[in-house]
């Protein structure tokens, strides 16, 4: 199984909107709703951010928000913060109990 | 709410067995329809997933690491463990584990890693 394909790196300012997109195949992200997204600090152990391709844990502010097209998930964070730099992995269930993540996505908050 | 702790060597030579467990507090692996996992990430890299643990004590891994990943569990002291053997270089890494719903399919709890060095 692949890695599923992130961009190296985006940006924003304060306030504004990014989405990192995560794409697979028809056997991982486009065959199953099993689409979750962590938030990764340095050094820190990954956060769950979205969980099912859009819905948010407790306690996730609902400025993170997550869908998917095809192949294609994407995540979204909008009202930019300076905490909300950190790096972004997409992850997928693919068959027979199987998951596979993304290469992972550096957000630079300008 | 589940928390996860990683413990074992932080040193293993070359061609050995990495051996780690998570011990679980906060709920029980034996909870049904949950998967118990471990994932790893090289220093500067990416997660990789290496393989889960069912409730029912079924095990997957990832097709690459396959032949070399054990992945075990004792429910009465609430553990799961990996096993990497013939370990390289390439092996070296932080090892989370974390608990999966199989309703959801993520890895919703994380432990806080161990960072496991191979030696030549």
């Known amino acids: 199984q692949s890695a599923l394909t992130q961009p190296a790196s985006v940006s924003g300012s304060p306030g504004q909107s990014i989405t990192i997109s995560c794409t697979g195949t028809s056997s991982d992200v486009g065959g199953y709703n099993y689409v979750s997204w962590y938030q990764q600090h340095p050094g820190k152990a990954p956060k769950l951010m979205i969980y099912?391709?859009?819905s948010r844990p407790s306690g996730v502010p609902d400025r993170f928000s997550g869908s998917k097209s095809g192949n294609t998930a994407s995540l979204t964070i909008s009202g930019l913060q300076a905490e909300d730099e950190a790096d972004y992995y997409c992850s997928s269930y693919t068959s027979s109990s199987k998951w596979v993540f993304g290469g992972g996505t550096k957000l630079t908050v300008l | 709410q589940l928390q996860l702790q990683e413990s074992g060597p932080g040193l293993v030579k070359s061609s050995e067995t990495l051996s780690l467990t998570c011990t679980v507090s906060?709920?029980?692996?034996?909870?049904?329809?949950?998967?118990w996992g471990w994932i790893r990430q090289p220093p500067g890299k990416g997660l990789e997933w290496i393989g889960s643990?069912?409730?029912?004590?079924?095990?997957y891994s990832n097709p690459s690491l396959k032949s070399r990943v054990t992945i075990s569990e004792d429910t009465s002291k609430n553990q799961f463990s990996l096993r990497l053997s013939s370990v390289t270089a390439a092996d070296t890494a932080v090892y989370y584990c974390a608990s999966q719903s199989d309703a959801t399919r993520d890895f919703s709890y994380w432990g806080q890693g161990t960072l496991v060095t191979v030696s030549s």
């Open positions: 099912g391709v859009n």
């Open positions: 906060g709920g029980s692996i034996s909870n049904s329809y949950y998967y």
């Open positions: 643990i069912y409730y029912s004590g079924s095990s």
